[in-house]
């Protein structure tokens, strides 16, 4: 009995070696999917420089030259924003995505207006009160800035106005085009402005004005609204979506006017807010969550072999149990490999039935029964169902796989109950649930 008792003992610890060992090529896979991932984000970011990035639209902000009363004075900047915001904008996703090697990056194009007013009088009235008594005010060079993140992306601007010449300009915080405007004989001024914008993967705004309203439409199915502030009111219908956003001075950490260098990219974009292009269908996300059940699996797969072994008297050798622990390994490469030419769920569907043919003809030898391997190919089948289900859920993922994974234990233990591991001689009444 103590002979047995350790063979079962030592045969237990070597599939245990085994499991372990298994840990390394799903490591060099999972290395491997992140690296495929950080390659098609180099296709992305290529795409993106030639069309045009993310993009983060901002409303026109008046640059206004300020002396102060120092010793020796100085000269800088005063950013003022309108009383009021109108932002209206169409995305258009083109038809045919942008491709670069096996990767698809959509892109698009959207028509933007804008249209607003600015309260020069109180402006004016406002910097020279902070600049103080000294200070010295500028109208006449002030400059119309038009803030755009990618600014490769502008297609066209036009005034409706007047006509207006903008040029590149640096200090803001944000790329800027650029115009002067002189403010010295005016208490007020609207705008209207109209441009095509070319990007990549999101399109943003920043709420630069004292009260601003953006209405966004476009024609992708799956638009997020994650970021800053949530739309105020939303609408899918079919591939096409509308979205409203209404945002006041209140709901930001920035003022209306400010100095030069007081704020900074990062502070003005995290007040952004728009829509993400989702992608839902994230092949390499899907195989990385595969990659993290990979080991768990595989010991589970392991443990139903061994008990089989047990329950059916039929011994199958440590090196059998390394290749079909190896088979296992290398579904999530045949995976991954299929999946970034056909899809991921034909990929699945081809990798699993693979799979499962493999193991069954390969059981059916081992336990010396067809029945054996056909009923192994259609457990691996029910275990691979399961897998799916776990890594394309996005509520439920954590919930099912506890309640699954604990609902095998419970079984894999009822079916053992009454085996006598010293000697394993089992009666045929012996093992039931």
């Keep these: 009995m103590g002979m047995m008792a350790a063979s079962a003992s030592v045969k237990a610890a070597v599939l245990i070696g085994i499991s372990l060992l298994l840990l390394i090529p799903l490591g060099l896979l999972a290395g491997l999917v992140a690296e495929r991932t950080i390659q098609r984000d180099a296709a992305v970011a290529s795409v993106a420089r030639g069309w045009g990035d993310r993009q983060w639209v901002g409303g026109p902000v008046l640059a206004i030259p300020v002396t102060d009363g120092g010793s020796p004075s100085r000269t800088v900047d005063w950013y003022v924003l309108p009383e009021s915001l109108e932002i209206t904008a169409a995305l258009e996703v083109q038809d045919t995505p942008r491709r670069l090697g096996l990767y698809d990056v959509p892109v698009y194009i959207a028509r933007v207006h804008v249209t607003g007013a600015f309260n020069i009088a109180a402006a004016m009235a406002v910097l020279a009160h902070d600049g103080g008594t000294a200070a010295r005010v500028h109208p006449e060079q002030a400059r119309l800035l038009l ?9 066209e601007l036009v005034s409706g106005n007047e006509p207006l010449h903008f040029q590149p300009e640096s200090g803001f915080p944000l790329s800027v085009m650029a115009v002067p405007l002189d403010l010295s004989a005016t208490a007020a001024r609207t705008f209207d402005l109209s441009f095509r914008l070319a990007g990549t993967q999101s399109l943003n705004f920043l ?36 979205a409203s956003w209404q945002v006041l001075d209140v ?49 589970l797969s392991i443990l139903t072999l061994f008990l089989v072994e047990n329950l059916r008297r039929r011994a199958i050798h440590p090196i059998q149990y390394g290749l079909m622990g190896l088979a296992l390994s290398i579904f999530y490469l045949l995976l991954l490999a299929l999946a970034e030419h056909i899809g991921f769920l034909a990929a699945y569907l081809l990798a699993t039935t693979a799979l499962c043919v493999l193991m069954g003809v390969y059981l059916a030898a081992a336990l010396r029964s067809r029945l054996g391997g056909a009923a192994s190919a259609g457990c691996f089948a029910a ?51």
Excluded at 147 to 155: N, Q, T, W
Excluded at 275 to 282: A, F, R, S, T, Y
Aim: hydrophobic fraction near 40%; charged fraction near 20%.
């Design 147 to 155: 803030p755009i993140k990618d600014p490769r992306g502008l297609r």
């Design 207 to 242: 709420p630069l004005g004292k009260v601003v309203h953006v209405q966004l439409q476009g024609n992708w199915p799956d638009p997020g609204f994650t970021d800053g502030f949530l739309p105020t009111e939303r609408k899918l219908e079919g591939n096409r979506f509308t």
């Design 251 to 299: 709901n930001r950490t920035y003022g209306n006017h400010w100095s030069a260098d007081r704020n900074s990219e990062q502070g003005l974009l995290a007040s952004g807010f728009g829509v993400e292009l989702v992608q839902p269908v994230d092949i390499y996300q899907r195989c990385t969550r595969a990659v993290k059940y990979g080991g768990l699996f595989i010991a």
């Design 383 to 433: 275990t691979y169902a399961l897998l799916y289900l776990l890594i394309t859920s996005e509520s439920y993922a954590l919930l099912a796989g506890a309640i699954t994974l604990f609902t095998l234990l419970t079984a894999a233990m009822l079916l053992t109950r009454r085996i006598d591991w010293y000697t394993r001689e089992v009666s045929q009444g012996d093992i039931r649930p």
